[in-house]
């Protein structure tokens, strides 16, 4: 197994501010609010509040009339120094949410993917592991991650961890629905397809009340 990190960092970017920088990287851009002008390598995309863009090259940044708020995943190798934080652009700030270590299997081909999964009032994903590992952040509502023997409940903006292979439990409030948005790596062979198999094979024919929207993915080449 090979050592990266997954890092997720929120970036607030003030309206109309000069072109943003930021080197190449694998990378996921979920714009929370506001909309963004992406430039890359051989073209540029615009994006507004609940859409994502995944690619490696690198970027200018172009916030429109009402700023954009994002939120920005970077898997860097373990050795990697640079804390990633948006520099020299006095109208914009960069918050490291977390930086996640991951384990990753060299001899296997890698996707990206960013997604969004909603849940009803008291929603629940019954134990359950995933083909690889993600980070995922609270967008509305509350979650609570029950794994390895430990409990934590996440709001709004809070982001964890999730192994993969490490059985988790997931209930979320019954006071509202839930939303979090995910970034992960998968075999590219998941391309397209759900990554998530249940522990209980009784859980396995339950009702299963989340709905999931993928934003994008894009197959990744390892260090």
Same mark, same amino acid.
């Given at each position: 197994?090979?050592?990266?990190?997954?890092?997720?960092?929120?970036?607030?970017?003030?309206?109309?501010?000069?072109?943003?920088?930021?080197?190449?990287?694998?990378?996921?851009?979920?714009?929370?609010?506001?909309?963004?002008?992406?430039?890359?390598?051989?073209?540029?995309?615009?994006?507004?509040?609940?859409?994502?863009?995944?690619?490696?090259?690198?970027?200018?940044?172009?916030?429109?009339?009402?700023?954009?708020?994002?939120?920005?995943?970077?898997?860097?190798?373990? $050795?990697?120094?640079? &804390?990633?934080?948006?520099?020299?652009?006095?109208? %914009? !700030?960069? *918050?490291?949410? =977390?930086?996640?270590?991951?384990?990753?299997?060299?001899?296997?081909?890698?996707?990206?993917?960013?997604?969004?999964?909603?849940?009803?009032?008291?929603?629940?994903?019954?134990?359950?592991?995933?083909?690889?590992?993600?980070?995922?952040?609270?967008?509305?509502?509350?979650?609570?991650?029950?794994?390895?023997?430990?409990?934590?409940?996440?709001?709004?903006?809070?982001?964890?961890? $999730?192994?993969?292979? &490490?059985?988790?439990?997931?209930?979320?409030?019954? %006071? !509202?629905? *839930?939303?979090? =948005?995910?970034?992960?790596?998968?075999?590219?062979?998941?391309?397209?397809?759900?990554?998530?198999?249940?522990?209980?094979?009784?859980?396995?024919?339950?009702?299963?009340?989340?709905?999931?929207?993928?934003?994008?993915?894009?197959?990744?080449?390892?260090?």
């Amino acid at each position: 197994m090979k050592h990266y990190q997954l890092r997720l960092y929120e970036d607030v970017i003030a309206p109309n501010h000069p072109p943003v920088y930021l080197p190449s990287a694998r990378r996921a851009l979920y714009v929370v609010n506001g909309d963004v002008t992406i430039e890359f390598g051989d073209g540029a995309q615009h994006q507004r509040a609940d859409g994502a863009w995944l690619g490696e090259d690198d970027l200018a940044l172009l916030a429109g009339a009402e700023g954009v708020t994002l939120w920005r995943w970077e898997l860097v190798s373990g $050795e990697a120094a640079s &804390a990633g934080e948006i520099s020299s652009a006095p109208g %914009a !700030r960069s *918050t490291l949410k =977390i930086d996640a270590p991951v384990e990753l299997e060299p001899r296997q081909r890698w996707l990206m993917r960013c997604d969004k999964v909603q849940f009803p009032p008291g929603g629940v994903a019954h134990t359950h592991v995933h083909q690889g590992p993600g980070v995922r952040c609270t967008l509305e509502g509350e979650i609570t991650i029950e794994t390895l023997g430990d409990s934590h409940t996440h709001g709004p903006g809070s982001a964890w961890l $999730e192994l993969g292979h &490490a059985p988790v439990l997931a209930p979320t409030t019954e %006071a !509202r629905a *839930t939303t979090f =948005i995910r970034c992960f790596i998968l075999p590219r062979a998941c391309r397209g397809r759900s990554s998530i198999r249940y522990v209980q094979p009784e859980d396995a024919g339950k009702n299963k009340p989340q709905r999931y929207h993928v934003f994008g993915e894009r197959f990744i080449t390892l260090d």
